[in-house]
């Protein structure tokens, strides 16, 4: 088994092809990248778009949700920037705050070509005139330039580097950093379609919605494959499988990255990876609650996740095995978007952590059934009131620990359990996994 691997069926994977037998390239681009356009060429990469509302309509037919998140219809994005009166400006937001979450670097390590396409089709889609390519990590920084010196765009393109952050990569973050501020979010609207970079109406597309984008253009018959499919990472805390998948040895365990339908079960993903024995999971990488009983048969989809109480968001998922308490899960989260909060906002500042010592106070057997009460009405009353997604994001990790534990937390509240003992509520380390 390798780091990455594609579900999709047979001779169809989109992003994470297998190499091509002969020519060590890896989906068209070279691995260690050198050269890696030749490939991409091969593959049908850069061919020119000679009409670019056929496009459009074919993303909106085949319903590409972007993958930055918040799944947002593609789409809908692409055409309100068209709309608007230009000049017009493209970001490829490569920044992923999350952190169990690796495929946004992948792709920008392994898959600049791709990436950069995407970008160019949106830039032709929207008539924006300048693109940027928004990213933290320097290996990604470095293919990225490399490409961009393989195969000049028709497009101006810059290359802007920030900070590794939770909220780093939230679109009206990115236009703020890309404006030469600092990476954090500003009160909406306007949002960014409406005035983002220097004023200019500004479409800030994930790099996996921008990579879906080329794949389906060069490969227009698969359209429906590639905007149904999803790059899932995969981690989990001394999982069995871990050390096996390839990837590494970080902090939180090793990370595969799985390239599958929508709608796969998460039982198959935990399986497929060596989690088999996981009995919980944390969706989103912290975005999208805690899941117990009924977690396996969960599907892998925006939809289906949102009618359980949960969240898909950027994809990853932390499996918790029968070592792992979903307190201490808790506490971690908590502590560690609190720690990320921007502190823009006194509802965040206050809430997160408030969250947190009353979570820390659950974990040690130190609270009773009102600061239980207390954990439930914040987790109902806070989301929807900062200015970014980090506080809905504590919010829902505790609204999902005490919807589907209440008997550990129930028992917490008698006494301490030997796993929270040892949480380490301040650094989030269990979440951080390598890129493979
Ligand atoms: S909600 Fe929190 S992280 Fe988001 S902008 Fe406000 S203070 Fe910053």
Not at 42 to 47: D, F, Q
Request: net charge negative; hydrophobic share 40%.
């Amino acid at each position: 088994m390798t780091g990455v691997i594609s579900l999709l069926p047979e001779g169809r994977q989109g992003l994470l092809a297998p190499p091509r037998p002969g020519d060590g390239s890896f989906g068209g681009e070279n691995v260690d990248g050198n050269p890696a356009v030749d490939g991409y060429l091969a593959v049908g990469g850069y061919a020119p778009l000679v009409a670019p509302d056929r496009l459009l309509d074919r993303i909106a037919a085949v319903g590409l949700r972007g993958r930055g998140g918040a799944g947002f219809p593609a789409a809908i994005k692409l055409r309100a920037v068209r709309d608007a009166p230009g000049p017009r400006v493209v970001v490829a937001n490569g920044e992923e705050g999350e952190p169990g979450s690796v495929k946004d670097r992948w792709l920008l390590r392994h898959r600049p070509h791709t990436v950069l396409d995407g970008l160019r089709l949106a830039a032709a889609m929207t008539g924006a005139e300048r693109g940027f390519v928004y990213l933290s990590d320097a290996l990604a920084e470095r293919a990225v330039r490399r490409a961009l010196a393989e195969c000049p765009p028709e497009l101006p393109v810059e290359v802007v580097r920030t900070e590794h952050t939770y909220v780093a990569g939230e679109e009206s973050a990115v236009v703020r950093r890309i404006d030469g501020g600092p990476a954090l979010p500003t009160a909406k609207p306007p949002r960014p379609f409406e005035s983002g970079v220097g004023g200019a109406p500004t479409l800030v597309a994930n790099v996996e919605t921008l990579a879906r984008v080329a794949v389906m253009y060069s490969r227009p018959e698969e359209a429906e494959v590639v905007a149904g499919a999803h790059l899932v990472t995969l981690s989990g805390a001394g999982a069995p499988g871990a050390g096996a998948a390839g990837a590494g040895s970080g902090a939180g365990g090793g990370a595969v990255l799985v390239e599958v339908p929508a709608g796969t079960h998460l039982k198959v993903l935990a399986d497929l990876c060596g989690h088999g024995r996981a009995e919980a999971v944390l969706l989103g990488g912290l975005f999208g609650g805690l899941y117990g009983e009924g977690w396996a048969d969960l599907p892998l989809d925006h939809d289906g996740l949102n009618a359980a109480g949960g969240a898909l968001g950027c994809g990853a998922l932390h499996f918790l095995g029968p070592e792992d308490c979903p307190v201490a899960v808790a506490v971690e989260a908590a502590a560690y978007l609190g720690a990320q909060s921007a502190r823009q906002c006194g509802v965040c500042l206050s809430g997160t952590g408030a969250m947190t010592k009353a979570l820390v106070a659950v974990a040690h057997g130190e609270a009773g059934y009102d600061t239980v009460a207390k954990l439930h009405r914040w987790s109902q009353q806070l989301p929807g009131r900062g200015a970014c997604g980090l506080l809905d994001a504590a919010a829902r990790v505790v609204a999902t620990l005490l919807a589907h534990f209440s008997d550990r937390v129930d028992a917490h509240c008698r006494s301490v359990c030997p796993a929270c003992e040892g949480a380490r509520p301040e650094d989030g380390r269990r979440f951080r996994v390598p890129v493979p």
